[in-house]
């Protein structure tokens, strides 16, 4: 082994090459098993956002999510493409609730003609019910999107 000076500084020019190598490895390897560990969380739901959403879901989605829904509702078999089991959203998302895409996808107005069509109906418009003096149709839309996603939360399942 010999030492090099490289800007003041000592460097033992055999021991950087094999020594340091394994070491530097173990480092990885072990925080990448503390990481792997270490399971996202999904922040608990609203109370009260999840009671509001809970009575959207059964007018709006039930019928075709069903009432647990795991995409079993009683329209589910007349639909071309099966419902989504909604329970799973996180899990398929490496444990994390997609927030923004879920409303997305919720609202409908957003999506992209390249995309293809959609069986799910455009829920953005028909929830945007206005209350005169009080709120705008957008509002009331976005609030009661922000329900369902507290109440999907609530269902989410490993």
């Given amino acids: ?13 055999g021991y950087t090459r094999i020594g340091l190598w394994p070491l530097l490895l173990a480092v990885a390897v072990c925080s990448a098993c503390a990481t792997a ?5 999904i922040p608990a739901p609203d109370p009260q956002l999840v ?17 647990d829904a ?28 997609p927030e923004s895409s879920t ?6 107005r957003f999506d992209l003609p390249a ?7 455009i829920w953005g418009a028909r929830l945007a019910d206005e209350i005169p003096g009080f709120a705008t149709g957008e509002e009331v839309a976005r609030g009661r999107i922000a329900s369902l996603l507290e109440y ?7």
């Fill in 51 to 67: 009671e509001v959403g809970a009575e959207l879901f059964a007018t709006y989605c039930a019928s075709c999510h069903g009432v």
């Fill in 1 to 13: 082994m010999c030492v090099i000076r490289s800007k003041g500084i000592a460097l033992l020019r």
């Fill in 152 to 158: 999907l939360k609530s269902l989410q399942v490993e």
């Fill in 70 to 97: 795991r995409g079993d509702g009683p329209a589910a078999s007349a639909l071309r493409i099966p419902p989504t089991d909604l329970t799973r959203i996180a899990a398929h998302s490496g444990g994390v609730f």
């Fill in 115 to 121: 995309h293809g069509s959609r069986e799910m109906p």
């Fill in 103 to 108: 409303a997305m996808l919720i609202d409908g």
């Fill in 37 to 41: 560990r270490e399971k996202p969380s």
